[in-house]
């Protein structure tokens, strides 16, 4: 008996162990490539969302990244486009890639008030709140909101604005903070405000929009799960606005969330839309 039981529980890990994905899928896609003509390296650069965005061209040439580095990053307003032409005469560029990240930072957020993330007349605890353990602590997640929605709950759109990022094809979800990466996820901008807006832990397949579409507040947007960095059911929603940082985005506060002063909330606290 005693080796049954050891048995089952062996059994019962192993079921719930994952390995974290091997692929990373991104958010958006931009429209940027090079070409070499003889002497001359031609460079375009696509922003094909509805936000501003900062794209980095990199090349592994020493002498071309110098001049790359004068003019990185690009920054490309909703839906435009630009083309970068260079003499590339006696040196040897192999390879251009690009890095991006959401915004401008020189664009001034002043959102301070943003509906709840669910449906009217639906209550969640507030289970974890502003600037608080185990994970509400760093420049990325400082001011977010845990909400305890179920999975196959209703996301709702705390702003208005446009859909700039959409993660939706991650099926599981971990503890271990190697997870943070593999999330599924919405990215909405606002672009009377400048505020992006994230939701985060959706469940597989759970984004009922896609990237571009307009969106109103309390639209519904998405369906709650527990993909990603947690063991929990629940909604991470943030506030965010451009920064130069690795993540491109810093989590900043806002005064009022739906009908509540953000610092009245109490962990645990039920909140009603």
Request: glycine letters at 8%; proline letters at 4%; hydrophobic letters at 35%.
């Amino acid at each position: 008996m005693k080796y049954w039981t050891i048995f089952i529980m062996i059994f019962l890990l192993g079921c719930n162990f994952r390995n974290i994905p091997k692929e990373k899928i991104f958010q958006y896609e931009l429209n940027n490539s090079y070409k070499f003509n003889g002497d001359e390296l031609k460079i375009e650069l696509g922003n094909t969302l509805r936000c501003p965005m900062r794209i980095w061209v990199q090349s592994n040439d020493k002498e071309i990244n110098e001049y790359f580095n004068k003019i990185n990053p690009v920054i490309l307003g909703p839906l435009k486009d630009t083309i970068i032409k260079m003499d590339i005469k006696k040196i040897e560029v192999k390879e251009v890639h690009f890095a991006s990240r959401f915004g401008d930072i020189n664009k001034i957020v002043n959102d301070k008030k943003v509906n709840l993330p669910f449906k009217k007349n639906k209550r969640y605890s507030l289970i974890q709140g502003n600037n608080s353990s185990p994970t509400h602590n760093t420049d990325w997640s400082r001011y977010a909101f845990d909400f305890g929605l179920e999975i196959g709950d209703t996301i709702c759109a705390a702003t208005p604005g446009f859909v700039v990022g959409v993660v939706e094809d991650y099926k599981f979800g971990g503890s271990q903070q190697e997870w943070r990466d593999f999330a599924n996820l919405i990215t909405i901008y606002n672009p009377n405000t400048g505020l992006f807006t994230q939701y985060v832990h959706l469940d597989y397949k759970g984004s009922l929009v896609k990237v571009g579409d307009s969106i109103v507040i309390g639209q519904n947007i998405g369906i709650a799960g527990i993909t990603g960095f947690t063991n929990i059911e629940h909604l991470h929603f943030n506030c965010l606005k451009p920064i130069h940082s690795q993540d491109g985005l810093i989590s900043i506060p806002i005064d009022s969330i739906g009908n509540y002063k953000v610092s009245e909330l109490k962990r645990n606290q039920m909140v009603k839309n």
